[in-house]
Every structure is written in structure tokens, then in C-alpha cells.
């Protein structure tokens, strides 16, 4: 599912709006499209509150060895998919970013 409000926004290239080097039309779409999954992905799991609970905790451990494997073998690859699972946990640890930095900027 892809966020459909911006979507004639990516069929420009060259002269996109870009506010910086991160932040583009582009960047902000599939963010969108990512928070759009992480809604449909809570709405199909609510109306069961076991099943979504166990899902965080779940996830949570994923993103957590998902973290140390890529902090300690740097063998991610930035480009490569992250699971659903492991991005809205990752998702949620970035929403702050000092808790963030002290969880894995001081351990890089």
C-alpha cells in the first residue's frame, strides 16, 4: 500500500523540491507509506490486545538483536529492506532521539 497522496509528487526528478541532502518529496512519501503500514498494521491486530502485545515483545527482541548484529559485524547494508516488525520498533526508539543516542550512538 503506498501513500496515494503523493504520488504524482515522485514522477518529478530533476526539479523536485528538496528542503536538503534528506529531506525531498521523495523522503517524506515513503515515510508516509511507512506510517500508513504501521497503522494498518495496528488496526488488523487491536481488536485482539494478546496478539499485538505479543507482537511488541516480539518485535522488540528482533530489533534488539537486529541492533547488535549490525553494530558488531557491520555487515548491514543501509539499502537493504528492514523487516515491518523491526522498523516500527525502530521506529518508536527514534521518535526519541536522546534516549536513542544513548542507547546506540555511545555503543558505536
Not at 488488523?44 to 505479543?54: E, G, I, K, S, W
Request: glycine content about 0%; hydrophobic content about 35%.
Amino acid at each position: 500500500m503506498d501513500y496515494i497522496k503523493f504520488q504524482n509528487y515522485l514522477k518529478k526528478k530533476k526539479n523536485s523540491v528538496q528542503l536538503d541532502t534528506v529531506v525531498t518529496v521523495e523522503n517524506c512519501y515513503y515515510y508516509m507509506s511507512l506510517l500508513e503500514h504501521f497503522d494498518e498494521l495496528e488496526r488488523t491486530m487491536l481488536p485482539d490486545y494478546n496478539q499485538f502485545a505479543h507482537f511488541l515483545v516480539v518485535a522488540e527482541k528482533r530489533y534488539l538483536d537486529f541492533l547488535r548484529l549490525s553494530h558488531t559485524k557491520n555487515e548491514w547494508n543501509h539499502f537493504k529492506h528492514v523487516p515491518i516488525d523491526i522498523a516500527y520498533v525502530w521506529h518508536a526508539h527514534l521518535l526519541s532521539p536522546y534516549r536513542y543516542y544513548e542507547d546506540v550512538g555511545c555503543n558505536v
